[in-house]
Nanobody
Framework: QVQLAESGGGLVQTGGSLRLSCAAS????????MGWFRQAPGKEREFVAS????????YYADSVKGRFTISRDNARNTVYLQMNSLKPEDTAVYYC????????????????WGQGTQVTVSS
């Protein structure tokens, strides 16, 4: 099993920045893809960004391209999500998850999830 713990959420004004972290523990040798998703009240969980654990290949949702950057630190088993130019529509609970070896934006194909961290962007 893999355990994930997100941190770094908070309240920020429009145009501000936050950096989320996701620390993995347990069977980290089995990691292929790490992804960030978000879920706003009354909405489904939606894909934000993903990164391949070995090659570092990244993929982003169109809504965050050019504003968010996903990165990883293999030595620390940690994935980051740098969020710049935040907008009120970015408000959601952000989750990290472990995904399959191929890139996918489907939350149902991710196996392990963290508890989530709240991001609130005020207008």
């Amino acid at each position: 099993q893999v355990q994930l713990a997100e941190s770094g959420g908070g309240l920020v004004q429009t145009g501000g920045s936050l950096r989320l972290s996701c620390a993995a523990s347990g069977r980290t040798s089995s990691l292929y893809t790490m992804g960030w998703f978000r879920q706003a009240p009354g909405k489904e969980r939606e894909f934000v960004a993903s990164i391949g654990w070995s090659l570092g290949t990244t993929y982003y949702a169109d809504s965050v391209k050019g504003r968010f950057t996903i990165s990883r630190d293999n030595a620390r088993n940690t994935v980051y999500l740098q969020m710049n130019s935040l907008k009120p529509e970015d408000t959601a609970v952000y989750y990290c998850g472990t995904g399959p070896s191929r890139i996918t934006t489907k939350a149902g194909l991710y196996t392990y999830w963290g508890q989530g961290t709240q991001v609130t962007v005020s207008s």
